[in-house]
């Protein structure tokens, strides 16, 4: 089954995890406070494992 799950970095106090049930309404929440700009999404997991290999061939 699929988790929703974020991450909330913040300059001082790390990186936050959280899911909820509907995500959707609590990013529309967050864009009061945080600015959309800074809102990035999350690589999937190909992405990852493409960006990891891209590093080891670098060395």
Same mark, same amino acid.
């Given at each position: 089954?699929?988790? /929703? =799950?974020? $991450?909330?970095?913040?300059? =001082? *106090?790390?990186?936050?995890?959280?899911?909820?049930? +509907? /995500?959707?309404? !609590?990013? =529309? $929440? @967050?864009?009061?406070?945080? +600015? /959309? *700009?800074? @809102? !990035?999404?999350?690589?999937?997991?190909? +992405?990852?494992?493409? =960006?990891?290999?891209?590093?080891? !061939?670098?060395?």
């Amino acid at each position: 089954k699929w988790i /929703p =799950r974020y $991450a909330i970095k913040t300059k =001082r *106090n790390g990186t936050y995890t959280f899911s909820s049930k +509907d /995500p959707k309404r !609590v990013f =529309r $929440a @967050m864009r009061e406070y945080v +600015d /959309p *700009n800074h @809102m !990035v999404k999350s690589l999937g997991f190909f +992405d990852v494992i493409k =960006r990891g290999v891209k590093s080891k !061939v670098k060395k």
